[in-house]
């Protein structure tokens, strides 16, 4: 019986959230792919794109239409103009609200790849020793509300072999961090945020 306490409530409040989002207009996303300002392999910066789509999924997007994801074709025609606009020493975030205006879009989501580096010496005493580092920018604008949100976050690996030697684990962890820390698929996703504070007796 306990269980059937706990799924109730749960299920009540998703579909209420649901139901609401269904009536609302759909969100329209402007979610760019990640900047590499580096150099990575391409296999890491597929992963890091799939990372970034992950937190701004919906889950039965097709039928509920809660959000409209912009096409990439738009997002670049949009990008060349604002920074002809702006000029080449506008910073990133000075960009967002002109791409927002000009897409009419209601959110904006521009991940940076700003740090990938690793290298490796001889060491007499312990033989390989493995240098990597990784830094990732996150920006969110949400045009509803005006709010930006600018969120980082870097790795560092200094040490012998390990798994977690690679800039390319460092750089998905960052990554990670920095779509959690920026509350990113809360915003695009409230009914899911209110399914997580539901209290459980």
Known sequence: MRRVHIIIPLLAVLLLGLASCTEAAPLRLAQYPVIDRTWCPREVLMDLNARVSRAT???LNGYLQMVEYL???ELAAAMSEVRREKGPKAKDKELLRPLAAR????MVVLPILDGYQEWQRMSWRRGTIYHSYASVMLYVYDARTDEVVKKGASR???GETSTRASAAYLVREAMDDALLASRLHERIYPAKSQEQKQPVN
């Open 156 to 158: 560092f690996y200094d």
């Open 71 to 73: 096409p990439g074709n």
């Open 103 to 106: 897409l009419q879009a209601d």
């Open 57 to 59: 999924h919906v889950p």
